[in-house]
């Protein structure tokens, strides 16, 4: 950008038209028409995108919202339009998620109702943002007076402090469980989308309570359904099993203490070529998107660590041709991702969950000024994540899943596909399109 600046007469010249002592020479160097030109640098525009609260591309998701405060919620863009949606589509997972459900998860009590304000007109997604928010009704600060003072053990009050230099310090802000009310929402959505689309469906369910660890042949992927994971209040499909996952979390539940656990989560029907090679592989999506739910500490799919107690010839899935000419595999060590593409075999994967780390017994901590002392932490809090932490899963699954197949659709099938190598995303039946989310489980 050059802008011009007419100089000033100088060496005393005079007005236009008057006579001047001057040479003509240096009336020439002093004529108005001298200009200077000055080219300055292009002004640069500085943006600063907020991170951390918003996840996927095409399908993309933002929540907001704290423990503590007004409400939580989300906003979802890219959602496709002419989707039949309300709010009991939602509520069915949010009920899931909610706290106060049983003994064995925090007292806290709220209805968790969620009220759509934006992206629907009269029962149908328009393809612009979805507002959804959902109060909070039973908030209590000051049970969390001792944090404006001291950081509670392995909680994120320390490390918000150390980034930020302030924090929410009421339940804990943007790091409470309460947020993930703005994941499970949009991720039922995203599943009544994957299962009227491809017929895709993901459950999910407990397989560890601190020792208690469900063998992985009690439960048979192809045929588990949802009634079977809620049939109990720890939601494990074995009841046996169940009831000792229920002891073991009601034994450190009545001594202020707390134990951790794993979540397993299958995907039937995943439509194949989902994931991108290199650094978007599906497994690596799927793994941040579960490792960034609160209180997770390892994720594995397929065979995972023990796979290494393998040889390849131990180890690979061998194909075949079934009775419909599909190629599939005899064996699925792989969780049905291979080359970070699905290849339509179950995917499956589990996901840890470390012990609550704000627990009723004393513990040693440090001020914020830097001062040792002792704190009992007050507030209501779960024994065991895992239990409410079973849709949470499924949830960030189906966001993966969903911002994949829209990629995978925009990419690879947005022309006539290789019929001889390749398959239709779309494997739904027009009687499947009609149905509802859950109508099963309802």
């Known amino acids: 950008m050059a802008s011009s600046l007419t100089s000033k007469s100088i060496l005393g010249s005079t007005k236009p038209g008057s006579s ?7 009336r020439r160097l ?3 028409a001298v200009q200077i030109s000055i080219r300055t640098q292009p002004k640069k525009n500085l943006q600063i995108q907020a991170t951390g609260s918003s996840y996927g591309t095409h399908f993309r998701v933002s929540t907001f919202g704290e423990s503590h405060g007004g409400g939580v919620g989300c906003i979802i863009d890219g959602c496709p339009p002419r989707i039949p949606l309300s709010e009991s589509d939602l509520q069915f997972d949010l009920d899931r998620r909610r706290p106060g ?3 064995i998860t925090t007292p806290r009590k709220e209805t968790d109702t969620c009220r759509i304000s934006s992206g629907v007109s009269e029962g149908m997604t328009t393809g612009t943002p979805i507002h959804v928010f959902v109060p909070n009704t039973d908030q209590r600060g000051l ?20 980034k930020y230099g302030v924090r929410s310090v009421q339940g804990g802000g943007r790091s409470s469980a309460r947020e993930t009310i703005g994941r499970v929402a949009p991720g039922a959505l995203a599943k009544k989308i994957l299962k009227q689309f491809a017929g895709t469906e993901i459950l999910a369910y407990v397989s ?37 996952m229920i002891a073991a979390i009601d034994a450190v539940r009545t001594k202020g203490n707390s134990v951790g656990g794993v979540v397993t989560c299958i995907v039937r029907n995943a439509p194949r070529g989902l994931g991108t090679p290199v650094f978007d592989k599906l497994e690596a999506e799927l793994a941040k998107a579960c490792m960034s739910l609160p209180a997770t500490k390892g994720f594995e799919f397929g065979s995972g660590f023990s796979g290494t107690f393998l040889t390849g010839l131990e180890h690979n899935d061998e194909f075949y041709t079934d009775d419909n000419g599909r190629i599939r595999t005899k064996t699925n060590r792989s969780g049905g991702i291979q080359g970070g593409i699905s290849n339509g075999e179950i995917i499956n994967m589990r ?6 780390s704000t627990i009723g017994r004393k513990q040693n901590t440090v001020t914020r000024d830097k001062q040792e002392t ?9 024994p065991c ?8 899963v499924e949830a960030m699954v189906a966001l993966v899943l969903v911002d994949q197949l829209m990629a995978q659709y925009a990419q690879c099938h947005l022309f006539p596909i290789n019929q001889e190598l390749q398959e239709p995303l779309r494997t739904a039946s027009p009687v499947e399109l009609e149905q509802p989310q859950n109508a099963a489980a309802v």
């Open 20 to 26: 001047s002592p001057l040479s003509p020479d240096l």
């Open 101 to 103: 459900q049983s003994r």
């Open 374 to 382: 002792e704190m009992i932490a007050r507030g209501r809090h779960d």
């Open 143 to 162: 049970d969390y007076s001792e944090m404006s003072v001291a950081y509670r053990p392995s909680h994120a009050d320390a490390t918000y402090d150390m």
């Open 351 to 356: 996901v840890a969950f470390k012990p609550t």
């Open 208 to 244: 560890q309570v601190h020792q208690v660890v469900l063998p992985e042949d009690l439960v048979d992927h192809e045929n588990l359904t949802l009634e079977q994971i809620e049939n109990n209040i720890v939601r494990c499909p074995n009841p046996e099993y169940a009831e000792k």
């Open 30 to 32: 002093s004529s108005p």
């Open 385 to 392: 994540v895992v239990p409410r932490a079973v849709p949470m």
